[in-house]
């Protein structure tokens, strides 16, 4: 006989997935957006010679997209509810 919680199982790893698959895709965001201005800051202080100054401007702007992010789930999350 099969039990009512074998019945469930597909349903619950399936929310559970989902779930998971919404962090993993807040978190590479957050980190994308981080990396992206930090490097192109690296890349700019290689080319015009400004060695920490641009680095340190995407290291802002970088913290900066992060917040923005941050921000714009938390503003999803509370409309769900």
Known sequence: MKRDDDERFPEQFGRSVRAISDYM???LQIAL?????VLL??????KLGTSPLLLLAGVVLGMAGM???LMK???QAN???
Do not use: H
Request: glycine content about 18%; overall charge positive.
């Open 25 to 27: 895709g807040i978190g």
């Open 33 to 37: 957006s981080f990396a992206l201005f």
């Open 41 to 46: 800051g690296y890349w700019a202080d290689g």
């Open 67 to 69: 917040a923005l992010v």
């Open 73 to 75: 789930v938390v503003r």
């Open 79 to 81: 409309k769900k509810k």
